[in-house]
């Protein structure tokens, strides 16, 4: 069966060729992309372990350039004052449907077991790059909070803004507790840069870039995204028609 992840390398490459930089906007290639999601979505959970991995890469494969996607400098008054601060008093907030609300510094997630990764990024826009990711894994998180199980989705507030619309994403839990599903605040063995989303982004390998939230402020436990922006799960769902599942 063809994955979007091969629809999206033959994409990728066309976009290199002279008269291709349209083609990931036109309609038949954004059907063609989104017409697999359903299918994606029920045949990955059928065949594929709950566990089941992304390519990880080594450190030779490293992309030279690694591109920003989505904002680059959140513009809100709050974050200039934590970027201002490095983040020395920024908290992530955890709660939703939790027995255990927490409130946890930078440097407390710095002290956490960490997980490192290299993994590709592949953004719908056709192109893709691998970087490497260093964070804590969002499971052991969800652990310290004590997720109720009625909770299906994990929901992410960030500190951008489309407009006056604050970006968000919504992950199921078979997703938000695999193993590679990560909270990052390093990048290529470095800090995360503001502009790859300082202190904190997603990292959801098994899923496309616009999944993968930038500035994450509160991580929320959920049994249902509908009331919630758009009702689709996500800002780029609610805006563009991107599907939610975003499997790869």
């Known amino acids: 069966m063809t994955s979007r992840r091969t629809v999206l390398t ?14 990931g906007k036109t309609k038949p290639v954004h059907d063609l992309l989104y017409s697999l999601d359903g299918l994606t979505m029920r045949a990955q959970r059928l065949v594929t372990a709950r566990g089941a991995l992304a390519r990880e890469y080594t450190e030779a494969d490293l992309s030279p350039r690694f591109r920003v996607n989505g904002t680059r400098q959140p513009a809100s008054a709050d974050y200039a004052r ?42 719908v826009e056709g ?9 804590v894994q969002l499971s052991r998180i969800l652990d310290f909070a004590r997720v109720s199980e009625r909770a299906k989705y994990v929901l992410f507030r960030c500190a951008d803004n489309y407009g006056d619309t604050p970006y ?47 500035y994450v402020m509160g991580v929320e436990a959920i049994e249902s995204f509908a009331e919630i922006g758009g009702g689709k799960g996500g800002f780029w769902e609610d805006r563009s028609g991107y599907d939610w599942w975003a499997g790869i």
């Open 10 to 23: 033959g994409i990728g490459a066309c976009l290199m060729l002279p008269g291709c930089e349209r083609i």
């Open 82 to 123: 934590h970027q201002k601060e490095g983040f020395a008093n920024w908290r992530l907030n955890v709660g939703g449907m939790v027995r255990r609300p927490l409130q946890i510094s930078l440097s407390d997630l710095r002290a956490m077991p960490t997980r490192t990764q290299i993994t590709r990024h592949d953004c």
């Open 127 to 135: 192109w893709s790059a691998i970087g490497q990711w260093t964070g």
């Open 168 to 214: 968000y994403e919504t992950v199921d839990m078979i997703e938000a507790r695999h193993p590679q599903t990560i909270l990052a605040w390093g990048m290529n063995g470095d800090i995360l840069s503001v502009a790859h989303g300082a202190p904190l982004r997603l990292r959801s390998e098994r899923q496309l870039g616009y999944k993968h939230a930038k």
